[in-house]
């Protein structure tokens, strides 16, 4: 995924409800998951939590899922980005210049589905 063009333009409804039905079609013997992720959204609205705790959650809910992780790009501000390396990681980007490396496998933090 281009993650500059992701950054510049604006997320629209088509491209929301693409990926919800995705999302819900990926783990459609698993609701569980589509509904954490209903919840994490939720608590990102709510400022529950902030842009690096929605990421990190949505990275280790759809972890080994990297078309998952990268279409997430779409949903966060101008300056975050996610970029997954050749290693198998998941780089978090921050606007500040902070990155977080991750390994991208199966989920093992506590609010994981």
């Known amino acids: 995924m281009d993650t500059s063009s992701a950054q510049n333009r604006p997320l629209n409804i088509i491209d929301a409800l693409h990926y919800l039905d995705t999302v819900k079609t990926r783990f459609h013997d698993r609701p569980e998951v589509y509904n954490r992720f209903i919840d994490i959204m939720k608590d990102f609205k709510s400022d529950m939590i902030d842009t690096q705790g929605v990421t990190e959650r949505v990275l280790c809910l759809f972890a080994a899922h990297n078309d998952l992780v990268l279409g997430f790009n779409a949903f966060l ?5 996610t970029e997954a ?5 998941i780089t978090i980007h921050s606007p500040d210049g902070t990155t977080r490396v991750f390994p991208n496998r199966a989920p093992s933090l506590p609010y994981d589905v």
């Open 85 to 89: 390396g050749l290693d198998g990681t």
């Open 77 to 81: 501000p101008v300056g975050w980005f």
